[in-house]
Nanobody, 123 residues
Framework: QVQLVESGGESVQSGGSLRLSCAAS????????MGWFRQAPGKEREGVAYIGSDGKPTYADSVKGRFTSSQNNTKNTLSLQMNSLKFEDTAVYYC?????????????????WGQGTQVTVSS
């Protein structure tokens, strides 16, 4: 059974930093790639960053230069380092997994999701 568990969300002041982690279990890690999504109150879920089949991360324009995502060598842990946080980064952040050959930028590519972790940035 595939399980994704996020951690690290909390309240922080604007300009601060947070590091989110996602622990994966229950699947063959070499076949799967992971990504981060977020959903702010009253808005649709959007992609934040994803790991491509080549192991390289791709970022949404809104977080480029501020967020860094990495996946460990065994591919069972995904992290998201968030710096220079803004009020508009406030959202529930989700970790998700897909088969690597699917397009990482598409939410529909992801078949497995974590329960989410709340990030609140106060201005």
């Amino acid at each position: 059974q595939v399980q994704l568990v996020e951690s690290g969300g909390e309240s922080v002041q604007s300009g601060g930093s947070l590091r989110l982690s996602c622990a994966a279990s229950g699947y063959t890690y070499s076949s799967y790639c992971m990504g981060w999504f977020r959903q702010a109150p009253g808005k649709e879920r959007e992609g934040v960053a994803y790991i491509g089949s080549d192991g390289k991360p791709t970022y949404a324009d809104s977080v480029k230069g501020r967020f860094t995502s990495s996946q460990n060598n065994t591919k069972n842990t995904l992290s998201l380092q968030m710096n220079s946080l803004k009020f508009e980064d406030t959202a529930v952040y989700y970790c998700a997994a897909r088969l690597c050959f699917f397009n990482g930028s598409r939410e529909a590519s992801y078949g497995w999701w974590g329960q989410g972790t709340q990030v609140t940035v106060s201005s």
